[in-house]
């Protein structure tokens, strides 16, 4: 599986931005694909997940009701839309695939994809 993350850029808080993830690669279609996030000194933190097959999606408490994962069922493509961002929100993403459940930690996620910086300014 190959991932290329885009999107990210500058926006204020309150704002709103929506990220890509271009998917490739044979198998992608049965595996979950994840988002995470790094801000500067801070631990990579898993921000949602959706299966591809179903759709079934699932959220880290602090992104939730604010960002929404979904998928082009017909391409390959997982997007992140994030609404009322906020400066905490700032951070390197990364999407990331993995053939686990519910898998929420970065080391259960076999390929990454390079990361797109959101800087969310107050």
């Known amino acids: 599986v190959q991932l290329q993350a885009s999107g990210g850029g500058l926006v204020q808080a309150g704002g709103s931005l929506r990220l890509s993830c271009a998917c490739s690669?044979?198998?992608?279609?049965?595996?979950?694909i994840g988002w995470f996030r790094q801000a500067p000194g801070k631990e990579r933190e898993f921000v949602g997940s959706?299966?591809?097959?179903?759709?079934?999606?699932y959220y880290a408490g602090s992104v939730k009701g604010r960002f929404t994962i979904s998928r082009d069922n017909a391409g390959n493509t997982v997007y992140l839309q994030m609404n009322s961002l906020k400066p905490e929100d700032t951070a390197v993403y990364y999407c990331?695939?993995?053939?686990?459940?519910?898998?929420?930690?970065?080391?259960?996620?076999?390929?990454w994809g390079q990361g797109t910086l959101v800087t969310v300014s107050s």
């Open positions: 959706i299966a591809w097959s179903g759709g079934s999606t």
């Open positions: 690669g044979r198998t992608f279609r049965s595996s979950t």
């Open positions: 990331a695939s993995t053939y686990k459940n519910w898998a929420t930690g970065a080391a259960e996620y076999d390929y």
